[in-house]
């Protein structure tokens, strides 16, 4: 998606990809990535996620990047913190309350920007993506992280046809052709409680998690 459809999506509000909650995955299956106090976690594509706030309570070091100013400043203001704001290159350093935020480009970070981040929480940049972006993404991942990384990450699995995304439909098997080091978490039909993608034309619904080294 080019960054015009994201910057309007939230001048527009139409963020029905924000959730008012800590997303229930997160909580159950982040032990499973062996966090330690003061462990780095990375979460790209961050928007105003509430789960960044839930994992610095955790002792984690967190480090987002998002592209609208928009969302980074919401993000600050709903957790009631004044950022300190840095220039940062084609970025915006934007810290605070434990969690920083560069509001740029994720395709403009540098590993420097990440460094001491051994964790990836990626639970909505991977499906915000269409395929050829998503290739693109891996791959500064892996630029990003030249010693390696574990993610958790979180999918949906749809029919692709019945839906113009985003959220796109990630498969099974295209994240275990993106990743090695692959392991199935959960999977779970989310369906009945999405009305919103019932009402876009979707028949089934699936959310998977997993957890990748690589």
């Given at each position: 998606?080019?960054?015009?459809?994201?910057h309007?999506?939230?001048?527009?509000?139409?963020?029905?990809?924000?959730?008012?909650?800590?997303?229930?995955?997160?909580?159950?299956?982040w032990?499973?990535?062996?966090p330690?106090?003061?462990?780095?976690?990375?979460?790209?594509?961050?928007?105003k996620?509430?789960?960044?706030?839930?994992?610095?309570a955790q002792?984690?070091?967190?480090?987002?990047?998002?592209?609208?100013?928009?969302?980074v400043d919401a993000?600050?203001?709903?957790?009631?913190?004044?950022?300190?704001?840095?220039p940062?290159?084609?970025?915006e350093?934007?810290?605070?309350?434990?969690?920083?935020v560069?509001?740029?480009?994720?395709f403009?970070?540098?590993?420097?920007?990440?460094?001491?981040?051994e964790?990836?929480?990626?639970?909505?940049s991977?499906?915000?993506?269409?395929?050829?972006?998503?290739r693109?993404?891996?791959?500064?991942?892996?630029?990003?992280?030249?010693?390696?990384?574990?993610?958790?990450?979180?999918?949906?699995?749809?029919p692709?046809?019945?839906?113009?995304?985003?959220?796109?439909?990630?498969?099974?098997?295209?994240?275990?052709?993106?990743?090695?080091?692959?392991?199935l978490?959960?999977?779970?039909?989310?369906?009945?409680?999405?009305?919103?993608?019932?009402?876009?034309?979707l028949?089934?619904?699936?959310?998977?998690?997993?957890?990748?080294?690589?």
């Amino acid at each position: 998606m080019q960054s015009e459809f994201w910057h309007e999506r939230w001048e527009l509000q139409q963020i029905a990809f924000h959730q008012a909650e800590v997303h229930p995955v997160l909580p159950k299956l982040w032990p499973r990535l062996n966090p330690q106090a003061g462990d780095g976690v990375f979460v790209p594509m961050c928007g105003k996620t509430l789960d960044m706030r839930w994992l610095q309570a955790q002792g984690q070091r967190v480090v987002g990047v998002e592209l609208s100013p928009l969302a980074v400043d919401a993000f600050f203001a709903e957790a009631g913190v004044t950022p300190v704001r840095t220039p940062h290159g084609a970025l915006e350093s934007v810290q605070g309350g434990g969690v920083t935020v560069y509001c740029g480009d994720f395709f403009a970070l540098k590993p420097e920007d990440v460094a001491g981040c051994e964790l990836i929480y990626d639970r909505g940049s991977l499906i915000a993506l269409p395929p050829q972006m998503r290739r693109d993404y891996v791959t500064h991942l892996r630029k990003l992280f030249p010693g390696g990384a574990r993610i958790l990450l979180v999918t949906f699995d749809y029919p692709s046809a019945e839906m113009k995304g985003p959220p796109f439909a990630v498969t099974d098997a295209e994240v275990r052709e993106f990743y090695a080091s692959v392991e199935l978490l959960s999977s779970e039909d989310v369906f009945a409680a999405n009305p919103q993608m019932r009402q876009r034309g979707l028949t089934r619904l699936q959310e998977n998690a997993y957890l990748i080294a690589f």
